[in-house]
């Protein structure tokens, strides 16, 4: 029963580490050439996904290292629980891989659509309003929080020009 679950544990060590390793290979590949984003797309910096990738295979070699280290090594028999310990750190920087990849905010000419870690919405710029935070500007729906948009990124000053544009909240700021 140990072996079958060691070679589990094995199977999910290779398995996170390939997911994030893919992740990135198709960020590099997705805009190969371009130094900034597209007119219409918001996106965060590819970097933290790099960081979040790095550390699942981290986290996954860690996992593999506390699951097959000689017993000469392991003084208190804590390998199982370096091992759980590893994976579940490994879970959370895939997790943070994957929104990293996912999240962007697509720009059209009367909405905009978010992409999110596991949701997508669509919103008109009509229905929505901004507040000001200085290096930041946070976007509503009504009193719902939608999400955050530094001033720095690419496109982040267009989103806020349109939605100030079309929004009624912020008709007073056009005239």
């Known amino acids: ?18 997911i994030a390793i ?11 050439g371009k130094k900034s984003a597209p007119r219409n797309e918001i996106a965060q910096p ?3 996904l790099w960081v979040f990738a790095g550390s699942t295979v ?22 199982t629980f370096g091992c759980i310990f590893s994976l579940v750190f490994a879970a959370f920087s895939l997790s943070g891989a994957i929104w990293f990849y996912r999240w962007r905010i697509v720009l059209g000419k009367i909405e905009f659509t978010c ?3 596991l949701r997508t919405r669509t919103y008109q710029y009509s229905e929505v ?3 000001d935070f200085g290096n930041h500007y946070r976007i509503y729906c009504g009193k719902k929080y939608i999400c955050s ?3 720095e990124s690419d496109n982040g000053e267009r989103l806020r020009g349109m939605i100030a544009k079309h929004s009624p909240v912020h008709a007073s700021s056009r005239n």
């Open 22 to 32: 893919y992740l990135v290979i198709n960020v590099l590949s997705w805009k190969s």
């Open 115 to 117: 992409y999110f870690f």
């Open 58 to 79: 981290l986290w996954s070699a860690m996992a593999l290292f506390a699951l097959f280290m000689p017993e000469e090594m392991d003084a208190n028999d804590s390998s």
């Open 129 to 131: 309003h901004f507040r």
């Open 1 to 18: 029963m140990e072996d079958i679950v060691k070679w589990c544990i094995t199977a999910v060590c290779a398995l996170l580490p390939a």
């Open 46 to 48: 590819r970097q933290y």
């Open 149 to 151: 948009v530094l001033d």
